[in-house]
Structure formats: structure tokens, C-alpha cells
């Protein structure tokens, strides 16, 4: 009887270890479309547009959804966030407006951001090495 006993609490200490059994289909949603556009937040022209999907893995028409993916979930989906402070000495100050957007679902969670910089230098200064906008 003891001999059963410690054969079972083996079995049980080695499914514990293993940890807990997961479905594959059990994810939070992740679908986003992301848009990079001329002209001001009132009368925006889409230049250039992607979708995106984080999971359950990086999949869409971004070039690189791997490594997007990765950069959403370094930053929580906070696309705000993924710009850094940029200094204006090295850009110039002609006003030819860009506006960047996300629209969708990030982990379950209802997604609408916008950002507009002055022009294309200004964005690309923002958002230096960023994967996310980089189609």
C-alpha cells in the first residue's frame, strides 16, 4: 500500500511541474489597423496603411509583425508610449503633416490612437528604430 501511495504522489508532483494545461484557442484578441496618412486629424489622406495581429501570433500585411508585435507588448499597447522626445535641431520646422493611427483590438481591449507630426522628419525622429509604423 505505501508503495502505491508514493507511485501516485509522484505522478502528482510531476503534473504539478509541468504546470497548468492551456487551451490554445483561450486568447485575448489582437487585431489592429495601422495607417500612416497626409494632412491634418480633420482631413487626413491615408498614404499607406497594414493590419497587424499579435495573437495568438504576429500575423497581417505588416512587414514585420514579429518584431511589432514585440514592441506592443513591450510598451502594453500604449502607442503613446512607443514615441520618444525628439529634438527639433535636427529636423525642420516646414509644416507638411503626417498623422499616424492604430484602430482595432489590443488584448481584448478597444483600440483609437492618433498622432500628428509636423513632417516626415519629425516622425521618423520620434519614433527612431520602431517597428510598429515602419511600412
Known amino acids: 500500500m505505501t508503495s502505491t501511495l508514493a507511485v501516485a504522489g509522484t505522478t502528482a508532483a510531476g503534473a504539478v511541474e509541468a504546470g497548468p494545461v ?4 483561450l486568447y485575448a ?7 500612416v496618412g497626409k494632412g491634418d486629424t480633420a482631413s487626413v489622406t491615408v498614404q ?5 495581429s499579435c495573437a495568438p ?6 512587414p514585420a509583425p514579429g ?10 499597447g500604449e502607442f503613446g508610449l512607443l514615441a520618444r522626445p525628439q529634438s527639433q535641431g535636427n529636423c525642420t520646422r516646414q509644416w507638411d503633416p503626417l ?10 481591449r ?3 490612437w492618433s498622432a500628428t507630426y509636423g513632417n516626415a522628419c519629425e516622425m521618423r ?8 509604423f515602419a511600412f
Not at 501570433?57 to 505588416?62: E, N
Open 110 to 112: 478597444n483600440v483609437s
Open 48 to 52: 499607406r496603411a497594414v493590419t497587424l
Open 22 to 25: 492551456r487551451s490554445a484557442g
Open 67 to 76: 518584431a511589432a508585435c514585440s514592441e506592443l507588448r513591450s510598451v502594453d
Open 125 to 132: 525622429a520620434s519614433l527612431t528604430d520602431g517597428s510598429v
Open 29 to 35: 484578441p489582437s487585431a489592429l489597423v495601422l495607417t
Open 99 to 108: 498623422v499616424l493611427s492604430a484602430t482595432g483590438v489590443w488584448q481584448g
Open 57 to 62: 501570433r504576429a500575423t497581417g500585411t505588416h
